[in-house]
């Protein structure tokens, strides 16, 4: 009498198993349709009680989105602030009625993002989205990923190794290895002297080799030396760097020694120096080559 009850409770099992591998397999497949749809063909108004339950939750630090209103209005910002946007579902895969969602992001701001103006910068940027799913829709999202590097990507928080990058710069410079310094610079670096400065007759500079020839080279060769000193280094929003310092040199032609304040503002992208503006009393420069 045993036997049959230990088969039927052994087939109700197997067939549960098979029942819920079937819905996860469904829910899957409907998961990923649904937001490549949504992001990638731009077709918000799937998200919809046909797709999403009507209480869905999207957690979030700020504040729980709460309902498919609040719900779709977050993700429109999305479709919004960018462009030539690539959503891609790098993996997926889910247990009982949970999904787990590792993705990729890339798209140029170049519209209203959650209140941020374009800043025309390209994002890349890759996250994981935990899910819920009840009764074939979805009920509740969680993304993670690296707001900081998105924030950076978007230029609106700077890299933290900016001042690494530009302390080392100077440092390298202080002991005369100018080929170091060059690693630090953009293939395409615009260097910009002062106005009034009169190295400045080769602005814009393009490149390393023009900025060693037109600056660094004369600088050698018009002083018996010149020194920076009293170096302090800013960290600037859109990665930018700003230092103040001063120059201690000695002009070789007319014997004149001088300490002049300057100040340097420095652009980067991705660790190299893209764009370097000098501003300095320019007065004093040119009254030290005077005899």
């Given at each position: 009498?045993?036997?049959?009850?230990?088969?039927t409770?052994?087939?109700?099992?197997?067939t549960t198993?098979?029942?819920?591998?079937?819905?996860?397999?469904?829910?899957?497949?409907?998961?990923?349709?649904?937001?490549?749809?949504?992001?990638?063909?731009r077709?918000?108004?799937?998200?919809?009680?046909?797709?999403f339950?009507?209480?869905?939750?999207?957690?979030?630090?700020?504040?729980?989105?709460?309902?498919?209103?609040?719900?779709?209005?977050?993700?429109?910002?999305?479709?919004?602030?960018?462009?030539?946007?690539?959503?891609?579902?790098?993996?997926?895969?889910?247990?009982?009625?949970?999904?787990?969602?590792?993705?990729?992001?890339?798209?140029?701001?170049?519209?209203?993002?959650?209140?941020?103006?374009?800043?025309?910068?390209?994002?890349?940027?890759?996250?994981?989205?935990?899910?819920?799913?009840?009764?074939?829709?979805?009920?509740?999202?969680?993304?993670?990923?690296?707001?900081?590097?998105?924030?950076?990507?978007?230029?609106?928080?700077?890299?933290?190794?900016?001042?690494?990058?530009?302390?080392?710069?100077?440092?390298?410079?202080?002991?005369?290895?100018?080929?170091?310094?060059l690693?630090?610079?953009?293939?395409?670096?615009?260097?910009?002297?002062?106005?009034?400065?009169?190295?400045?007759?080769?602005?814009?500079?393009?490149?390393?080799?023009?900025?060693?020839?037109?600056?660094?080279?004369?600088?050698?060769?018009?002083?018996?030396?010149?020194?920076?000193?009293?170096?302090?280094?800013?960290?600037?929003?859109?990665?930018?760097?700003?230092?103040?310092?001063?120059?201690?040199?000695?002009?070789?032609?007319?014997?004149?020694?001088?300490?002049?304040?300057?100040?340097?503002?420095?652009?980067?992208?991705?660790?190299?120096?893209?764009?370097?503006?000098?501003?300095?009393?320019?007065?004093?420069?040119?009254?030290?080559?005077?005899?």
């Amino acid at each position: 009498m045993k036997t049959p009850i230990i088969l039927t409770i052994a087939f109700l099992s197997l067939t549960t198993a098979f029942a819920q591998k079937s819905n996860i397999e469904k829910d899957l497949k409907m998961y990923e349709q649904v937001w490549d749809n949504i992001v990638n063909k731009r077709q918000i108004d799937l998200i919809s009680d046909k797709n999403f339950d009507p209480n869905v939750v999207q957690i979030n630090n700020t504040g729980n989105i709460v309902g498919i209103a609040d719900f779709k209005a977050y993700y429109q910002n999305f479709l919004t602030g960018f462009s030539d946007v690539k959503f891609t579902v790098k993996d997926v895969f889910g247990q009982g009625n949970k999904i787990v969602k590792h993705w990729n992001f890339k798209g140029t701001h170049t519209g209203n993002f959650f209140g941020i103006p374009p800043t025309g910068k390209l994002v890349d940027i890759e996250g994981v989205t935990l899910v819920l799913m009840k009764n074939g829709r979805i009920s509740q999202e969680q993304d993670f990923m690296d707001n900081t590097q998105f924030m950076q990507q978007l230029g609106l928080v700077s890299d933290p190794n900016n001042l690494t990058t530009i302390d080392e710069l100077y440092k390298a410079f202080s002991k005369g290895d100018i080929p170091t310094v060059l690693t630090y610079m953009d293939t395409k670096i615009e260097w910009n002297e002062a106005e009034g400065n009169k190295l400045a007759d080769g602005n814009s500079y393009i490149g390393p080799d023009a900025v060693v020839n037109g600056v660094f080279a004369r600088l050698g060769a018009e002083h018996e030396y010149f020194k920076l000193t009293n170096i302090e280094l800013h960290e600037m929003s859109n990665n930018q760097v700003l230092a103040t310092l001063r120059y201690d040199a000695k002009n070789k032609e007319s014997g004149n020694a001088y300490n002049a304040q300057a100040a340097h503002l420095w652009t980067l992208k991705d660790g190299k120096i893209v764009a370097f503006q000098q501003y300095v009393d320019t007065k004093k420069l040119a009254d030290t080559e005077k005899k």
